[in-house]
Structures are given as structure tokens and as C-alpha cells.
């Protein structure tokens, strides 16, 4: 197995910040770990295939609808006086928004580093995640307008979030650490 500061010194290499010398050393060590020179083997694969691989981008339409409507929100948000109900339903309604996305967003990281030493379950997961993130993006801008009008409609609501955010909150914080509990007792 690879010690960290050989780990370090592939990284390097393979972003090309080793100097001759160093590479030769590198090289000397893995010559003689046949566990580490594959390793080493199997980032240069990835390395390889993350600098040809394909750059997929979100639907241009995608990308412009989220920005006039951020672009709409925050000439909303100017308008009001900072202590209208709009502003903090808005903020409310934000922090919603991330509670929602940050377990995705951690699971699809998981997903990709634990997939790191395989290029083609890499190259799969990259386009699930993006999948993933394109439907993600799709339906926040869905939660947020009939957030709006929830809110808007009832302006009490605003009250129940403010309880229940930190209730849920605590609940993905728990969920988060049997999950990392249990990845840590399945690699045991």
C-alpha cells in the first residue's frame, strides 16, 4: 500500500510537478511495491480519462432560466424593507433549498471518490451525477416558486419552517453519520 507521501508524489507526477530526479525516486520506490506501482497505475488511468473525457454542460436554457430567476428573486428581495415578511420568507425559503440539495450533493461525491480507481464506473458515475444535478436544478426552481406562492398564500408558514428546519436538520446530521458509520464498519 502506498504511504501517504507517495500518494502525494503520484499526484504530483501526474500533474507534472516532479522534477526529473524526484519522478526517478518515485519511480524506484513503486519498482519495488507492487501493491503502490498499481495504484499508481490506476490514477494514471483516471488522470487519463478525466483529461479526455467529454465535457458535459447543463441545457443552456436551463442555465439562463435559474439566473433570471435568481435575477427576478433578488430585485424582489431589494425592494423590501429588511424585515418584511418576503425577506425572510425568501431566506427561509433558501435555507430550505440547501437542506434539501446538501444530501444529494454529499451522496454524489461519495458516489464519485469511491469510484476514483475504476475509469469506466468513474466515467458512469460522472454522468449520473450530472444527470442527477440537471434534475436536481430542475426541480429546486420547482420548490422554490411553489414556495413562493405557499408562502405568499400563508404567511404563517414562515413560523412552522423556522421550527421545523432545525428538527431537520439534526435529523440529516444523524442520517449522514450512520451512513459514514456503517461505510466505515462495511470496510472493516
Known sequence: MATEQQKRLMQE????QLTAEALRDLR???????????QFAR??????LLKTAPIERAPKKLALNILARIGEMAEEMNAQPE?????????????LVVLVTLPLLVAAV????????????LNAVL?????LLSVVLELLEELMQ???????DYPEIA????????VLGYWLLRFMQEQHEKQKSDAE
Open 83 to 95: 424585515d418584511s415578511p418576503e425577506r425572510i420568507q425568501m431566506a427561509l425559503a433558501l435555507s
Open 110 to 121: 461519495t458516489a464519485y471518490l469511491s469510484q476514483a480507481g475504476n475509469p469506466d464506473a
Open 28 to 38: 524506484e520506490q513503486l519498482d519495488n511495491d507492487r501493491e503502490a506501482m498499481g
Open 43 to 48: 490514477l494514471k488511468m483516471v488522470d487519463d
Open 159 to 166: 413560523a412552522v419552517l423556522v421550527a421545523i428546519i432545525p
Open 146 to 152: 411553489g414556495a413562493q406562492t405557499l408562502l405568499n
Open 127 to 131: 454522468a449520473e451525477i450530472v444527470n
Open 13 to 16: 507526477a501526474l500533474d507534472a
